[in-house]
């Protein structure tokens, strides 16, 4: 959420922002908004410094046995309390629609973020590795999956309907030991702690991370006003909300692994075969909690870790920085790893790295500030995939794909495969 002091004071440079964003301005709507409810506010403690000067003029008259007078004070009173009743359901209102109207504005893009329409604006910033060359025709994940017998989207449907995926025998063995191999590095190198959270929160958790009340199509939802998360960033950010914390403490950087699940309310027609779009999947997310000089260094931190873990994994990748009509909704810059896919012959995303400002942080109210100082300031708030364990179970199979229609493993894997260095169909 962006601060009205700010927008107050800088009204053209958030219309410019909005702009970038290819969003309308919002400027003079918000300023008229917000003046309406800061007159009604004066109008209110006008109202109540006058109830209080009248209830200690009633005390007088009594004291001075002006019955008249004290009686004609006891009706003001009773009046400005009426008054004073139905102002403050009006504040209540111009609040809740100042706070809504801040709510579904997008985040301030960085300066230095691309200005762009969509995906085809995003800039390459650099490469890792090159296009494998396997020597036959490769096949698509869905493909050696169902050959396997070990992917099955038929089972799935009966179940569960379109969007969910069964594994089986190697390749439920494979997706495990690609979210242990990523737990394990980062918190063992990359100096972040696992975390196991809750995988439903409430509506100030959801809202307090910017999912709500933008993103409530995205979502499911239970039956008694839970939501289910669609990545383990909303329970890790929270984890923030409400407190001060010690500048001598920041960063804070968690890690989980945790299913996810989305709606795709708005991917129809898209990804429909395979495991890319699902309604549950596996990620391993990163999140970081710091002070404001530190975030964009953290930024390009966790980057890298993710990075680390597709470099290990031996894998063709690119990062590429997303323009402003490509950001998401909370995101001040945002950088996006692609990973080669030889059976599509395409980069596909499996990592997204935002840095949030204090976006998120004003939301929930978590703040920071040094020992000894009474000032406290919002911390800044970066997340991260760590990446999606079933897009990178899709990448590892078809990056190592045989001929024959098996998968030989990474041999970063192999201590979390039992001795398996293969999978392959059942004799």
């Not at 506010?41 to 007088?60: C, D, F, M, P, T």
């Not at 995988?199 to 910017?210: H, Q």
């Not at 979502?219 to 409400?242: H, K, N, Q």
Request: proline share 4%.
């Amino acid at each position: 959420m962006l601060d009205i002091k700010w927008i107050r004071d800088n009204p053209a440079d958030l219309d410019v922002a909005l702009a970038k964003r290819g969003a309308d301005a919002q400027a003079q709507q918000l300023i008229a908004l917000d003046e309406t409810r800061r007159s009604h506010v004066g109008s209110l403690q006008a109202l109540q410094e006058r109830r209080n000067a009248a209830s200690k003029e009633i005390g007088k008259a009594m004291a001075a046995k002006d019955q008249s007078a004290a009686d004609r004070l006891k009706a003001e009173v009773a009046k400005l309390k009426d008054e004073l009743q139905a102002g403050e359901a009006r504040e209540r209102e111009l609040d809740e629609a100042l706070k809504h109207a801040l709510s579904v504005l997008p985040n301030i893009p960085l300066d230095d973020v691309p200005v762009g329409t969509d995906e085809s604006d995003n800039v390459e910033i650099r490469v890792s590795g090159s296009k494998p060359d396997l020597g036959f025709e490769p096949k698509e994940h869905f493909e050696l999956g169902e050959a396997l017998s070990m992917m099955d989207f038929e089972r799935a449907a009966k179940m569960s309907g379109s969007r969910f995926t069964i594994l089986t025998g190697g390749l439920a063995r494979l997706e495990r030991a690609l979210g242990q191999y990523m737990l394990d590095l980062h918190t063992s190198e990359h100096g972040y702690t696992e975390v196991n959270p809750p995988l439903m929160v409430n509506d100030a958790a959801a809202y307090g991370t910017d999912k709500l009340p933008k993103f409530g199509d995205d979502l499911f939802r239970t039956t008694d006003g839970r939501w289910l998360i669609p990545t383990a960033e909303v329970p890790l950010t929270y984890m923030a909300a409400g407190e001060i914390i010690a500048e001598e403490d920041l960063p804070r950087r968690y890690t989980a692994q945790t299913a996810c699940f989305r709606s795709e309310a708005g991917s129809a027609g898209r990804d429909t075969r395979g495991m890319l779009r699902q309604h549950q999947f596996t990620k391993v997310e990163l999140v970081s909690v710091t002070t404001p000089e530190t975030a964009l260094e953290e930024h390009e931190r966790m980057t890298a870790s993710a990075e680390a873990v597709l470099t290990g994994l031996g894998l063709h990748f690119r990062t590429m920085v997303l323009c402003t009509g490509d950001m998401g909704f909370g995101a001040r810059k945002t950088y996006d790893i692609e990973v080669w896919l030889p059976g599509q012959k395409a980069y596909r995303e499996i990592s997204s790295c935002s840095v949030c400002g204090d976006f998120q942080a004003r939301r929930m109210n978590a703040r920071c500030r040094k020992t000894g100082d009474k000032a406290t300031r919002f911390v800044h708030t970066l997340n991260g995939s760590g990446v999606a364990v079933g897009r990178a179970l899709i990448a590892v199979m078809e990056n190592y794909q045989n001929a024959d229609g098996s998968i030989t493993v990474p041999d970063v894997l192999l201590p979390y495969m039992g001795g398996r260095t293969r999978i392959e169909k059942a004799a």
